[in-house]
């Protein structure tokens, strides 16, 4: 019996689709795992693995409502949940929000892909940051647009270089992403630099797609500002969920909140609701976890606060690497991560991808090169300081071990 004649490669679509956060690194590290290593993780931003646990009612309210759960729920996602994203957004200061306004998606991550295929035609060009999480530039990419990377700043903490960022639009460019607070440097956009951004969006008639994800994730008294709240000319769609502020990430539960210009977009918005109609609905139990999380007690406020876990791991991550001699490191204010740079002088990496590959099998460390997040050099990396404090000691002893070794050579 013969088989296919010929080899079956994957689409012309996927060219240039990449996400290593998830890639070969971690391939890499769950073949050592197979061998019997043990690796500790710093590369994926998963509250659940290191003991940080869904606040208590979430729960309740899912099992509590398993047996209504069963079947399909509107194609938007259920009335009670989009009823309290629409009452956070009014807290938040974003006007004119209606319960129809709101899709809850299977996470933030499906709510991008549907965003950029409603949106994009082939050629078509968005504005993200770099560094990115690189999701945003694979779903530009993989609905026929081309992603345009604009520097941020890291002596400017880490803040949008607008002028950067304005030689990038052309007649081409179709909407602006504002990743705040941001993944992977963990900077936290101020009023005035997110209304010079709207300034520019405005000059150019882009819509605006903001990642606040990290919302409540907010160290040193830090206050965010939802862009959407600042504006009502331009059309916005913000997106946020379960998995970072409330730990739940497997929920996989995350919504989008369509806002300002919403009489401009009519098309836009009927091509939002087929894909959401063509995917049938979300993962409808874990739904019944937004209105507890999002009306409860916040206690992601006692995580980030002086002394919480959070916040004194950060404190101990930060000062160990800015320790280690030729790395350096802008403290964040907000998010799950640290994005350290190498001196090139004193490790002159030319693929950092090697670098992380080459600390994996020797320190059994797993960390994600800059460059999986579009930095365009390599002399970045970034580090989850979810672990516990001994495991975050630990590896990063480990890093500082393995830059000493690198740095004598």
């Not at 069963?70 to 938040?92: D, I």
Request: charged letters at 25%; a negative charge.
């Amino acid at each position: 019996m013969s088989g296919y004649p010929f080899r079956i490669g994957k689409s012309d679509k996927l060219k240039g689709v990449c996400y290593d956060i998830r890639g070969p690194v971690l391939r890499e590290a769950h073949r050592l795992e197979d061998e019997g290593h043990r690796v500790i993780k710093l590369n994926i931003g998963n509250p659940a693995p290191f003991s940080f646990e869904a606040p208590e009612e979430l729960l309740q309210d899912v099992i509590h409502n398993l047996p209504d759960a069963t079947g399909y729920c509107h194609s938007k996602g259920l009335f009670p949940a989009r009823k309290a994203v629409m009452q956070y957004s009014q807290t938040k200061g974003i006007q004119d929000v209606s319960v129809d306004d709101i899709i809850i998606g299977n996470g933030v991550s499906e709510l991008i892909v549907m965003a950029m295929q409603a949106l994009l035609n082939n050629g078509d060009e968005v504005l993200l940051p770099a560094p990115d999480y690189p999701l945003w530039t694979a779903a530009v990419r993989l609905s026929g647009g081309n992603p345009v990377h604009y520097l941020c700043d890291e002596k400017q903490d880490w803040h949008p270089a607008l002028d950067d960022l304005r030689s990038k639009i052309t007649d081409r460019t179709r909407a602006l992403v504002i990743i705040n607070p941001n993944n992977p440097t963990g900077a936290n956009y101020d009023r005035a630099l997110l209304e010079d951004m709207l300034q520019i969006a405005r000059e150019h008639n882009l819509i605006v797609f903001a990642d606040e994800i990290y919302d409540k994730i907010l160290y040193d008294e830090e206050k965010h500002t939802s862009i959407a709240s600042l504006a009502d000319d331009l059309l916005f769609i913000t997106f946020n969920g379960l998995s970072k502020n409330y730990r739940a990430a497997g929920f996989r539960s995350g919504w989008m909140i369509i806002s300002g210009a919403k009489h401009l977009a009519d098309s836009y918005i009927e091509g939002l609701e087929m894909l959401a109609s063509m995917r049938l609905c979300a993962n409808v139990p874990s739904q019944n976890a937004i209105q507890a999380a999002l009306g409860g007690y916040q206690s992601i406020d006692d995580l980030v606060a002086p002394g919480g876990r959070l916040c004194r791991q950060r404190d101990i991550a930060w000062e160990m690497l800015s320790a280690i001699p030729g790395v350096s490191c802008v403290k964040p204010k907000s998010a799950l991560y640290l994005f350290p740079r190498l001196d090139p002088k004193v490790f002159p990496f030319q693929d950092d991808e090697a670098f992380a590959l080459d600390l994996l099998r020797e320190e059994h460390v797993l960390i994600v090169q800059g460059t999986a997040f579009n930095w365009p050099d390599p002399d970045h990396f970034r580090v989850v300081f979810l672990p516990r404090v001994d495991d975050l000691e630990d590896s990063i002893g480990r890093i500082a071990r393995y830059l000493d070794r690198i740095r004598k050579k």
